[in-house]
Each structure stands twice: as C-alpha cells, then as structure tokens.
C-alpha cells in the first residue's frame, strides 16, 4: 500500500471517536544477552492518548519506530495543509486519507 491513498467509507465505519486532548509517549525496550556477550534490543514506541477532563486514558498503540517516523512525516504534512485550509477563504475540500507506508513490504 505504499503512497496508495486508501478508499475508506468513514461514515460506515463502526469506529466511534473519543476526543483525547493530551497523549504520554513510551519507550518499550526488550534486551537478551547472547551467549557471546553482545546485547540484543528491540523497541516500540507506545502512545497513550489520554483524556484530561476524565482524567483517564482513552487508547494506547504501540508502534515500531519505523512506523512512528512515517506518522511524524505524514502528522507534519497534515498540520501544513491544516493551516493552509484554516487560512483559506474557500470551503473545505473533502479530506485525503493517507497510509503512513512509503516503500513498506509484509510477509
């Protein structure tokens, strides 16, 4: 699905919205010693979105670090074209949904 803009009913979808107005950012690393001495580690990046008022959090994901650097680059872009929308004096387009996949491959 790289650089595929994805065909999403979101008026169909069953997702119901939560508003969360702050999110707290985790670092879970896994580390084994080999038995040659060297350590290996592995991390995701979990984020807890979270919400004031009720003063409870609303959802976690964990992500990899690969995917967490797409979200920045994809988040980043949003917010400019955000600004040039709110800027504007025309009426809004209907929104582009975006994957966070460049040049991703699953097996």
């Given amino acids: 699905m790289a650089n595929e803009q994805l065909n999403i009913n979101l008026a169909k979808s069953k997702l119901k919205p939560l508003f969360a107005d702050e999110i707290a950012l985790l670092v879970k690393i896994k580390a084994k010693k080999k038995d040659n001495g060297e350590v ?12 004031i008022t009720k003063q ?11 995917t967490a650097k797409d979200f920045i680059i994809n988040l980043n872009q949003t917010i400019i074209n955000l600004d040039k929308e709110l800027a504007s004096k025309d009426m ?16």
């Fill in 40 to 51: 290996e580690k592995e991390g995701h990046i979990s984020i807890i979105f979270i919400d």
């Fill in 56 to 66: 409870q959090p609303i959802g976690e994901f964990v992500i990899s670090r690969t």
């Fill in 92 to 107: 809004p387009k209907p929104p582009e949904i975006k994957t966070t996949g460049r040049d991703t491959s699953y097996r």
